[in-house]
T-cell receptor, first 113, second 117 residues
């Protein structure tokens, strides 16, 4: 079985401050990991992904995430957020050989001026 | 432009009135899937399809049907909608079937908000 836990349902932060959105996963096999972003009234779009190789992954819009196998985590970070980063962020995991992604419950990032 | 298209985007209906939400992708993807999104629960998979004429249940299939007669289309059918099916629905597709070596990276439609009264 595989599962994803996003510990924070909402994260308020001021513009230009750094942010970290936490994601922990559980899987009995090796995994692929993803972060998706959902802007208001839109579908989900891929922010970044970890498939193999370097554990630090860079995505669009200045976001990055680090895969930590020992802590089974894949936290998302940005050093300086903008108002336009206000959105909901979903972490997802797929075990190799499994047929579907499993999504976390989402974290709503609220960037305040 | 590569995209996944869902229709309708918004729908209000009444209990028991059959409805279909269409989904079409123009990327020649093998894998397609339906999710529902509810507050605090994230996305839960309803049904998926590995290829034409191959469909299978996801985590929450009760009350839904699907079909995959053509590679590009994957409609979601609610034979007798009930209020607990009020939700935001997303169709997604992937180049190769997750689990057959594919990475599982999904491309999403813009969503269909369904209200069942």
């Amino acid at each position: 079985a595989q599962s994803v836990t996003q510990l924070d349902s909402q994260v308020p932060v001021f513009e230009e401050a750094p942010v970290e959105l936490r994601c922990n996963y559980s899987s009995s096999v090796s995994v692929y990991l993803f972060w998706y972003v959902q802007y208001p009234n839109q579908g989900l779009q891929l922010l970044l992904k970890y498939l193999s190789g370097s554990t630090l992954v860079k995505g669009i819009n200045g976001f990055e995430a680090e895969f930590n196998k020992s802590q089974t985590s894949f936290h998302l970070r940005k050093p300086s957020v903008h108002i336009s980063d206000t959105a909901e962020y979903f972490c997802a995991v797929k075990g190799t050989g499994r047929r579907a992604l499993t999504f976390g419950s989402g974290t709503r990032l609220q960037v305040q001026p | 432009e590569a995209q996944v298209t869902q229709n309708p985007r918004y729908l209000i209906t009444v209990t028991g009135k059959k409805l279909t939400v269409t989904c079409s992708q123009n990327m020649n993807h093998e894998y397609m899937s339906w999710y529902r999104q509810d507050p605090g629960l994230g996305l839960r998979q309803i049904y998926y399809s590995m290829n034409v004429e191959v469909t299978d249940k996801g985590d929450v299939p009760e009350g839904y049907k699907v079909s995959r007669k053509e590679k590009r289309n994957f409609p979601l059918i609610l034979e007798s909608p009930s209020p607990n099916q009020t939700s935001l629905y997303f169709c997604a597709s992937s180049l190769s079937a997750a689990g057959s070596g594919g990475t599982g990276e999904l491309f999403f439609g813009e969503g269909s908000r369904l209200t069942v009264l």
